[in-house]
């Protein structure tokens, strides 16, 4: 993706500002990604961060000085310069200490006084041990800098530094450029196009699975985060098919083309014929496991039979994404997975749907108690097939649907043919 996005248009002008963290080691496949893409780059460090990469590092990948101070020798005043002319600032690791100087707006090095100078827009990427992160001030300051329109791009969990294991983990390099690209691009020319060319399907709502003709055993899901889904992919350009089990039509973006599948079985069968024509699957529909094991021809009646009650046999719904991510490998498939209980548990059932299911990524939502099914925001964790967090992200179900489709689109193979 890094090598052609730069075609045809002039360099733009990324600062990328480094903190002080062990995850400054990431950081030079994010200068690389601009400054293949065609970009001019300035690297911003903190004194600190020196003590992780040094500035000939930093020079020597970006090709232009990397200061540190307002008054480095050769800058004078070229923050201003600098601040005024950005497309985009990237602060990545942002530590701590880095996010309460910015939301302080204090500007005692070269990077804070580039940022209170610049009106350009700003990612921060935390990165920082568990506790800092979810310290109030740390979270205040967080939640300070995003209402002014700040970028956050959140830490995932994982192995920290310290040997202990929590969120706090800095996206790897991908996510990173990833979001900026998006950012970037909302700024310019509108989103970008890399699907050009590219066939995707979604699986979107619930399924409804018959009993009688006027009863049937569903779910709550409304389609709205599968449309939001079919929305970003139709923005990059991508052609898109929706399965949707009874999704209102009203929520289905335009130029999207519609295959009514309303129980499971139907849903199963039509992408399992339309997979091969595709080369991205998106399984967000909330598919029933099971079915009963008879649909009556006629609606059940209250009768002496079922006076005291009535038992439902129910048989078991194929997995349509295991089944689909099996029989076609060449297929990039993403599921979701709805979980409930505590974080931890969360993580964990999402992890095996990971490693069970076959699909590329999983992104893992907590749903019920007013979360999830039917709401205008959703929280993401996406791991990939091994269970590792490669994101984590929240915000409007359309955002959350873009950073996923941002993460997907760097892994298409068939990208721009
Ligand atoms: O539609 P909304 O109201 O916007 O709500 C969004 C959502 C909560 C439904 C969505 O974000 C979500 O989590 N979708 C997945 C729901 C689900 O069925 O999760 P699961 O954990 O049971 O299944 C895991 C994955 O396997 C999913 O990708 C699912 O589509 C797929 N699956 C499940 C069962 C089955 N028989 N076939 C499948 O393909």
Same mark, same amino acid.
């Given at each position: 993706m890094s090598t052609n996005l730069g075609a045809g248009r002039p360099p733009r002008r990324i600062i990328v500002g480094v903190g002080a963290g062990?995850?400054?080691y990431k950081v030079p496949a994010v200068v690389r990604h601009f400054v293949?893409?065609?970009?001019?780059?300035?690297?911003?460090p903190t004194e600190a961060s020196l003590n992780f990469v040094g500035k000939a590092t930093w020079q020597a990948l970006s090709g232009a000085p990397a200061h540190t101070g307002v008054f480095d020798e050769e800058a004078g005043v070229d923050h201003v310069e600098a601040a005024r002319g950005a497309d985009l600032i990237v602060i990545a690791p942002a530590t701590a200490d880095l996010i309460a100087r910015i939301h302080?707006?204090?500007?005692?090095?070269?990077?804070?006084?580039?940022?209170?100078?610049?009106?350009a827009p700003?990612?921060?990427?935390p990165a920082m041990h568990t506790a800092m992160w979810n310290n109030p001030a740390t979270k205040h300051n967080v939640e300070q800098l995003r209402a002014r329109g700040i970028h956050i791009l959140e830490p995932v969990s994982g192995d920290l530094s310290s040997g202990d294991k929590g969120a706090g983990r800095m996206p790897e390099p991908e996510a990173i450029w990833q979001r900026a690209e998006e950012i970037l691009a909302a700024g310019q020319n509108g989103p970008v196009r890399d699907l050009e060319g590219v066939k995707a399907f979604?699986?979107?709502?619930?399924?409804?699975?018959p009993i009688d003709p006027v009863r049937f055993v569903g779910n709550h899901s409304s389609g709205r985060q599968g449309a939001a889904i079919a929305q970003?992919?139709?923005?990059?350009g991508a052609e898109v098919t929706l399965f949707s089990a009874n999704v209102d039509d009203r929520l289905i973006p335009a130029g999207v083309r519609v295959v009514e599948t309303p129980s499971a079985l139907q849903m199963?069968?039509?992408?399992?014929?339309?997979a091969p024509e595709h080369d991205m699957g998106f399984f967000v529909a909330a598919v029933a496991d099971f079915r009963p094991a008879k649909t009556a021809t006629k609606k059940v009646k209250k009768s002496a039979a079922n006076e005291d009650g009535w038992s439902l046999e129910m048989v078991r719904n194929p997995d349509i994404l295991a089944e689909t991510a099996k029989a076609f490998p060449g297929l990039l498939c993403v599921g979701f997975a709805a979980e409930t209980g505590s974080d931890e548990e969360i993580l964990e059932f999402g992890? =095996?749907?990971? !490693?069970?299911? %076959?699909?590329?990524?999983? =992104?893992?939502? !907590?749903?019920? %108690?007013?979360?999830?099914?039917?709401?205008?925001?959703n929280q993401v964790v996406v791991v990939d097939g091994e269970g590792n967090e490669v994101l984590s992200t929240s915000g409007s179900k359309l955002e959350v649907a873009r950073a996923i489709v941002a993460l997907a689109s760097g892994h298409s193979e068939t990208q721009n043919r």
């Open positions: 062990i995850a400054v293949k893409a065609g970009d001019s780059v300035r690297v911003m302080a707006g204090l500007a005692g090095d070269l990077l804070t006084t580039t940022v209170l100078a610049s009106t700003v990612l921060l990427v979604v699986t979107a709502g619930g399924t409804r699975e970003a992919l139709v923005e990059r199963h069968q039509a992408v399992l014929e339309a992890r =095996a749907k990971a !490693r069970s299911k %076959g699909a590329k990524y999983i =992104a893992i939502n !907590r749903v019920g %108690g007013g979360l999830g099914f039917g709401t205008l925001d």
